[in-house]
């Protein structure tokens, strides 16, 4: 135990002045070599240094633990199946069954028959092509030629802007925009020239009637 160089008293080795006369203990009381209270904080501040590093260790180990947990369970979540509209449904057409798109050709008959005029050298089969396509302005449009190649001599059967769908079209008529042979067509001819694509083709009658002439038109085409 150190003693007091002044008084010579004893001292407790953790106080730096003597309690009898006041005296500094450290350096110069007897056994001492370093203040004790200097000591005594130095191993405080190891000591709080060490507790932080491992504090800090444990919560770095615990987010990490906690991320690898969360990651584990997102990966082993059920996503829900996504409904098959198409399934089941027969009002839902497929691209197989319904190959109405632009820039595509058609190829099948039209056929003449009952008629009435000056010429029954028209009355039978002919064979016609079909095409959608698009208009100034991406208007779409189909028609029907007698040739598979359009150029000045080939002959314009029918002709209407439409509303393409995947499964159908329906006519959009205007003034003296649309015509099958030598006869305009007005918005009277929506319904009978509506066609819907049936078994994988086109079908549609129409009974053509003018003043010269009238017979009854039946063309059925198929996507080439």
């Given at each position: 135990?150190?003693?007091?160089?002044?008084?010579?008293?004893?001292?407790?080795?953790?106080?730096?002045?003597?309690?009898?006369?006041?005296?500094?203990?450290?350096?110069?009381?007897?056994?001492?070599?370093?203040?004790?209270?200097?000591?005594?904080?130095?191993?405080?501040?190891?000591?709080?240094?060490?507790?932080?590093?491992?504090?800090?260790?444990?919560?770095?180990a615990a987010m990490f633990l906690l991320a690898l947990n969360a990651r584990?369970?997102?990966?082993?979540?059920?996503?829900?199946?996504?409904?098959?509209?198409?399934?089941?449904?027969?009002?839902?057409?497929t691209a197989a069954s319904t190959p109405l798109r632009l820039g595509s050709w058609w190829h099948g008959i039209l056929t003449i028959s009952n008629y009435t005029g000056k010429d029954d050298s028209l009355a039978g089969p002919y064979e016609v092509w079909g095409y959608f396509g698009t208009a100034s302005g991406r208007t779409p449009y189909f028609e029907l030629y007698d040739s598979d190649t359009v150029d000045d001599d080939t002959t314009v059967i029918l002709s209407m802007f439409i509303d393409l769908y995947p499964d159908h079209f329906v006519p959009v008529i205007g003034e003296e925009n649309a015509w099958i042979l030598d006869l305009y067509l007005d918005e009277r001819d929506v319904d009978a020239l509506t066609v819907y694509c049936k078994n994988g083709s086109l079908q549609f009658e129409y009974p053509y009637r003018t003043e010269e002439e009238s017979f009854d038109i039946k063309v059925v085409v198929y996507p080439e």
């Open positions: 135990m150190p003693i007091c160089d002044k008084c010579g008293s004893y001292v407790s080795e953790i106080e730096t002045n003597c309690r009898k006369c006041g005296a500094f203990i450290y350096p110069n009381a007897s056994g001492a070599n370093t203040a004790p209270a200097a000591n005594v904080r130095r191993k405080r501040g190891i000591r709080i240094i060490i507790a932080a590093a491992v504090m800090i260790c444990v919560a770095v584990t369970a997102t990966s082993n979540v059920s996503l829900p199946e996504t409904q098959d509209t198409t399934s089941g449904s027969a009002d839902v057409p």
